[in-house]
């Protein structure tokens, strides 16, 4: 077993501290990852309060993460040690259902193994990237193309590929309206890959002091939630609406906001449930859709994208002594856009 440290919760609710554990040591199959950086996501918050509900304690959260290779096993062929490499929501799932063989692993019908507070074949609970290495199943790990700074690259493991995977697969590109709810960590993402795929983006959004980084980002407009009169005059406006945000909203204003047959959908994941009024719609075949993330290939594919598009997330660094503070931050949304630890700072 390989001793490790971390930032752990150990009970619901409570702050993380510091927490040594043990991976496990690196088979034929494994690689061993040094992590230099891990992105927190708001899902890591979400489980360490368990505000889902199922989280399991202690936990080491942290599923964006980046670092070095320092061992591989000795049937290892993908990858070599010194390379740059990745590890994003899972790692593992059962490989043998239809959405594993089609390279969907994250609808495994048994269900994919979390980074973090999981349980494995083996029924050790997963801990996640705020520590210092992780051990992984090299079919389960990324490659972080060179041209990628390893901290910018970090969020792309969550919050680029939870945007990329519905643009791609709802076909959105060139010709397209596209309305991003919430300029946040999925939501700057989203505007940055929409816009080098080509759609004509809006930012729709409470807040004015968003204006600007909405423009910087590539948005073609902007308009602000919390004026009634934006959901009369953008009526019928949008084929696909990509809503971001993670607080409890009405889904139903902006289901009027589609074209007919326009798509609206959901990849932020409030911790309340919406009514959905049925005749917008029926009445214009509208649909509301859901996402999750992507499987191992197209998280691969979206890396090269994005390193082809010069895309990264916009972060601020830390060490990992302000995660709590970190934390309260990401709540009232003082973060531009996405917060990354410097896993330097645990050692």
């Given at each position: 077993m390989l001793p490790t440290t971390g930032?752990?919760?150990?009970?619901a609710k409570a702050a993380l501290q510091p927490f040594s554990f043990t991976r496990r040591d690196v088979g034929p199959h494994d690689v061993l990852i040094a992590i230099t950086h891990c992105g927190i996501c708001h899902s890591d918050i979400h489980q360490a309060r368990d505000e889902w509900g199922g989280?399991?304690?202690?936990?080491?959260?942290?599923?964006?993460?980046?670092?070095?290779?320092?061992?591989?096993?000795?049937?290892?062929?993908?990858f070599h040690v010194g390379e740059t490499a990745g590890v994003g929501c899972f790692?593992?799932?059962?490989?043998?259902?239809?959405?594993?063989?089609?390279?969907?692993?994250?609808?495994?019908?048994?269900?994919?193994?979390?980074?973090?507070?999981?349980?494995?074949?083996?029924?050790?609970?997963?801990?996640?990237g705020?520590?210092?290495?992780?051990?992984?199943?090299?079919?389960?790990?990324?490659?972080?193309?060179?041209?990628?700074?390893?901290?910018?690259?970090?969020?792309?493991?969550c919050a680029g590929i939870t945007t990329y995977s519905p643009l791609r697969h709802w076909g959105v590109g060139k010709y397209h309206q596209?309305?991003?709810?919430?300029?946040?960590?999925?939501?700057?993402?989203?505007?940055?890959?929409?816009?080098?795929?080509?759609?004509?983006?809006?930012?729709?959004?409470?807040?004015?002091?968003k204006r600007k980084d909405a423009e910087r980002l590539g948005a073609k407009d902007?308009?602000?939630?919390?004026?009634?009169?934006?959901?009369?005059?953008?009526?019928?406006?949008?084929?696909?609406?990509?809503d971001t945000v993670s607080a409890p909203h009405n889904y139903n204003d902006y289901v009027n906001l589609l074209k007919t047959d326009g798509t609206m959908i959901l990849v932020g994941a409030p911790d309340k449930p919406t009514p959905l009024e049925p005749f917008p719609l029926i009445l214009h075949r509208r649909r509301i859709a859901g996402s999750v993330i992507g499987g191992i290939?197209?998280?691969?594919?979206?890396?090269?994208?994005?390193?082809?598009?010069?895309?990264?997330?916009?972060?601020?660094?830390?060490?990992?002594?302000?995660?709590?503070?970190?934390?309260?931050?990401?709540?009232?949304?003082?973060?531009?856009?996405?917060?990354?630890?410097?896993l330097a700072s645990l050692k």
């Open positions: 930032y752990a919760a150990l009970t989280s399991i304690f202690p936990m080491v959260p942290g599923h964006e993460i980046v670092g070095t290779i320092s061992r591989i096993g000795s049937m290892v062929t993908r790692v593992d799932s059962c490989r043998t259902c239809p959405a594993c063989r089609e390279g969907s692993e994250q609808y495994c019908e048994a269900g994919m193994l979390l980074t973090y507070s999981g349980l494995d074949k083996d029924g050790q609970v997963t801990q996640g705020y520590s210092t290495q992780i051990v992984v199943n090299e079919n389960y790990v990324l490659q972080i193309p060179a041209t990628l700074s390893p901290a910018g690259a970090a969020p792309l493991l596209l309305a991003v709810v919430g300029l946040g960590g999925l939501g700057h993402m989203a505007v940055k890959i929409a816009t080098a795929l080509g759609t004509h983006v809006t930012v729709l959004s409470t807040s004015e002091r902007f308009a602000l939630t919390s004026q009634p009169e934006t959901f009369t005059r953008l009526q019928r406006s949008f084929d696909f609406i990509l290939r197209e998280t691969q594919e979206m890396l090269n994208f994005c390193a082809e598009h010069g895309i990264e997330s916009d972060i601020e660094l830390i060490p990992i002594q302000q995660v709590n503070e970190a934390y309260e931050r990401v709540l009232k949304g003082d973060v531009r856009y996405r917060f990354v630890i410097d």
